[in-house]
């Protein structure tokens, strides 16, 4: 895993594993990864590793089974686009709408885009 | 745990440490970073027991290291920089060393030797610095000890080979089997204490001024100066206390600045609550030209 420069590394673990349950790697009730085998896959400190797992779980994107390990919640991917998609409209889309304005992009132009891309 | 309380000692005339204090809780795997001199290497001597405080106290666990207890010898391994060995093979030696630790593991020996990418049976002498290092390595490792005092492991080794030093490493701290139970009941009760969640592992403490080698490695971090202790606090600690931040400008209030490709890296008292990524170099530096501001910081 290459990680970032500026990101802290267990938020990027974080994320690492968010996008392992959006792209089905980890489908719901799979057995997540062991934080020690995590920070073996991953080359850091098992502490990291360990906090990345307390936000998933704190955010019940991952539940603890005693003595088993985690598994994958029921509604992770719903938790984990919700999350993301308030985000962008939060950080990423004020960005974009000041570019569209300053470019002058009309919704128009916009929606052919898309049906272009689809 | 290893505590050290009020502890002085110097050579001769030469102090060394001055009353200082501070604690390694087991299952961590520490970075000891300091300039060249400040006591490093002292510091491992005398939890090992090669060296006596001359007031205060260093215990491990029930032990007193100077003591040379042969329960708490067979329990700690320290690795110096620098080691004579006689004309032997690494599988020689470490067979040799073996006897006195009763968890010694030949196979884990093996099996380190051909990870590491060297020949246990080439005597010492034929082999490069590096390769001596790492047979070393596999060595300290395969004692299995609890307790584990790496001194500067990581000097003179290429590239490929700091990596597989960090893996080993890293394989080797939550290598211990029935520790996953503590594992979950620790991140149940989420009181984000992940101390005793390792405590079943082996503490390693590595002294270091490589830190890019160790960065992802160790946590928590203790920074030795001239006869003090500056800094021991795990990754999470440092971020909630300090911000870096990685900008285009030079902050006047940082604590640290300095300027790196696509702009400056600054240190700051951390008043925002704000997350960001630990730069254990520029941590170094920070805690460095601001010795009692960051203890302020941190006794807080």
Redesign the interface.
């Given at each position: 895993m290459e990680f970032k420069a500026h990101q802290p590394i267990y938020l990027q673990i974080y994320l690492h594993i968010c996008e392992m349950i959006l792209n089905g790697k980890y489908k719901i009730g799979d057995k997540i990864m062991s934080v020690r085998e995590m920070a073996i896959e991953v080359g850091v400190n098992p502490n990291t590793v360990m906090r990345s797992y307390e936000l998933l779980q704190s955010k019940d994107i991952i539940i603890n089974k005693r003595g088993i390990g985690f598994n994958v919640s029921e509604n992770a991917k719903e938790i984990i686009l919700e999350e993301q998609k308030k985000q962008f409209i939060e950080e990423e889309l004020p960005e974009i709408i000041k570019k569209l304005k300053m470019f002058g992009i009309s919704i128009e132009e916009i929606e052919r885009q898309l049906k272009g891309e689809n | 745990m290893i505590t050290i309380k009020n502890l002085d000692f110097s050579y001769k005339n030469a102090a060394v440490f001055k009353n200082i204090s501070l604690d390694f809780k087991e299952g961590?795997?520490y970075g000891l970073l300091g300039e060249n001199g400040v006591g490093k290497t002292t510091l491992l001597k005398l939890i090992c027991g090669l060296q006596q405080a001359n007031a205060g106290s260093c215990t491990v666990d029930e032990f007193i290291p100077s003591e040379r207890n042969p329960y708490f010898l067979q329990n700690i391994f320290y690795l110096p920089e620098e080691v004579i060995t006689d004309d032997t093979t690494p599988e020689l030696f470490v067979k040799k060393l073996g006897v006195f630790y009763p968890r010694y593991d030949q196979q884990y020996f093996r099996d380190l030797m051909q990870e590491l990418e060297v020949d246990a049976a080439k005597k010492f002498s034929t082999l490069s610095y590096g390769q001596k290092k790492k047979a070393l390595l596999a060595c300290a490792l395969s004692l299995r000890t609890d307790y584990l005092l790496l001194d500067e492991p990581t000097n003179g080794l290429d590239i490929p080979s700091k990596?597989l030093f960090?893996?080993v490493i890293?394989?080797h701290?939550?290598s211990t089997n029935h520790?996953?139970?503590h594992?979950?009941?620790s991140?149940?009760n989420?009181t984000?204490d992940?101390q005793d969640?390792?405590s079943d592992n082996p503490t390693i403490i590595i002294s270091t001024h490589q830190v890019k080698d160790v960065e992802?490695?160790?946590?928590p971090i203790v920074i030795l100066d001239h006869d003090e202790v500056l800094l021991n606090a795990?990754?999470?600690e440092i971020?909630s206390k300090l911000y870096f931040d990685?900008g285009t400008e030079k902050s006047d209030d940082a604590l640290y600045s300095e300027m790196m490709p696509g702009g400056y890296i600054n240190v700051l008292p951390n008043k925002f609550e704000m997350?960001?990524?630990?730069n254990v170099e520029a941590l170094f530096n920070a805690v460095r030209n601001n010795k009692k501001r960051i203890k302020e910081i941190f006794n807080n």
């Open positions: - | 961590n795997v990596a960090r893996k890293l394989q701290s939550v520790a996953n139970q594992l979950s009941s991140c149940q989420n984000g992940t969640a390792w992802n490695l160790i946590d795990t990754f999470e971020s990685y997350e960001s990524k630990v």
